[in-house]
């Protein structure tokens, strides 16, 4: 009986081994894996940066167009809405003549 059950616990040992190298060979895996993805995101945050430092410029300018593009919509809408020329009414951005024609 001592011989069987030696052999039962060498087959055991050898089972556990061969566990161990899969999980290590796993290991491996997920460590190679993990250097890929820190290198892809290194790639990322830099591509992120340029892309950044070439939008601000942009969203700056698109701001001022919106702004002249909106005042110039308001003084375009009190100039229609005011028949009052030649001389600009106190419904026109930076005018403070009065307006001729009272609503």
């Given at each position: 009986m001592a011989v069987g059950a030696a052999g039962?616990?060498?087959a055991a040992e050898e089972e556990a081994r061969a566990e161990v190298d899969v999980l290590n060979s796993r290991l491996e895996k997920t460590s190679q894996l993990t250097k890929k993805i820190e290198a892809c995101l290194g790639r990322l945050e830099s591509t992120g940066k340029s892309v950044r430092e070439v939008v601000a410029p942009l969203n700056g300018e698109t701001r001022k167009l919106q702004t002249l593009g909106s005042s110039t919509f308001s003084s375009a809408e009190s100039t229609i809405l005011c028949p009052c020329p030649p001389l600009p009414c106190s419904r026109?951005?930076?005018?403070?003549?009065?307006?001729?024609?009272?609503?």
């Amino acid at each position: 009986m001592a011989v069987g059950a030696a052999g039962g616990r060498h087959a055991a040992e050898e089972e556990a081994r061969a566990e161990v190298d899969v999980l290590n060979s796993r290991l491996e895996k997920t460590s190679q894996l993990t250097k890929k993805i820190e290198a892809c995101l290194g790639r990322l945050e830099s591509t992120g940066k340029s892309v950044r430092e070439v939008v601000a410029p942009l969203n700056g300018e698109t701001r001022k167009l919106q702004t002249l593009g909106s005042s110039t919509f308001s003084s375009a809408e009190s100039t229609i809405l005011c028949p009052c020329p030649p001389l600009p009414c106190s419904r026109q951005r930076g005018f403070a003549a009065p307006c001729r024609n009272q609503d």
